[in-house]
């Protein structure tokens, strides 16, 4: 396959897979467990709240809100700093870890999204979306034998996972069968993405 023909796949491919992430990124789950604080990377100078009137984040809740809409705004580096304040303020926050995880993909950080990610899954083994999340991560990687691991983890946690994710694991030659992939550009299940992300 020549370079021409592998970019005409690679990049829209790669845009999907990183689509997943941000649709089951931005959980608002927090995990129950209280595990033995630990202390957090310390953040570095903190973001400025966004222009409107804003005022200084306080909590860590109102610290993930400003590092989603750094994220958003795709200001990562901000975002990141946002989610690590939280992380000072609740060293167990998952969100905070699963959404940083989710800002360190986008930067092409991958070992340490997968580190966050992997925090998350020790913090609350049944966060499914940190499952789904890693990996993306190990496939962007190139280690698809821990994706695929937890592929099958963030199924069987209920989680619903982008078909292309699934066929970018399967042997060379085997594909999903007419009707089972989504178009290029547009995800299977739109609708129920959408609706799921508004209840978490």
């Known amino acids: 396959m020549d370079a ?7 990049y829209p491919w790669l845009s999907l897979v990183l689509l997943c992430l ?4 931005c959980g608002s789950q927090e995990g129950a467990k ?9 953040a570095a100078s903190l973001p400025a709240p966004p222009p409107g ?10 610290y993930i809100s400003l590092g989603k809409i750094f994220f958003a705004a795709g200001q990562y580096d901000k975002a990141i700093t946002a989610f690590s304040a939280a992380l000072n303020l609740n060293p167990q926050s998952i969100q905070a870890y699963n959404n940083r995880g989710i ?13 966050d990610f992997s925090r998350t899954i020790e913090i609350d083994p049944k966060f499914g979306k940190a499952y789904n999340n ?14 695929r691991l937890d592929v099958e983890k963030a199924r069987s946690l ?15 030659g085997v594909k999903a069968a007419p009707g089972n992939a989504p178009a290029p550009g547009k995800p299977a299940a739109k609708g129920q993405d959408r609706a799921k992300a508004k209840n978490n």
């Not at 941000?22 to 990124?25: A, D, Q, S, T």
């Not at 800002?103 to 580190?115: E, F, H, P, R, T």
């Not at 078909?163 to 970018?168: G, K, R, T, V, Y």
């Open 134 to 147: 890693r990996a993306v991560a190990y496939v962007i990687k190139g280690e698809k034998e821990k994706a």
């Open 34 to 42: 209280e595990a033995a604080k630990e202390k957090a990377p310390p």
């Open 4 to 10: 021409a023909k592998c970019n005409r796949f690679v």
């Open 22 to 25: 941000c649709l089951l990124g």
């Open 158 to 172: 209920g989680i619903p996972v982008n078909q292309m994710l699934i066929d970018s694991l399967k042997p060379d």
């Open 103 to 115: 800002a360190y993909c986008y930067k092409n950080d991958l070992d340490q999204a997968i580190s």
């Open 53 to 62: 009137g804003a005022t200084t984040p306080k909590t860590a809740k109102e």
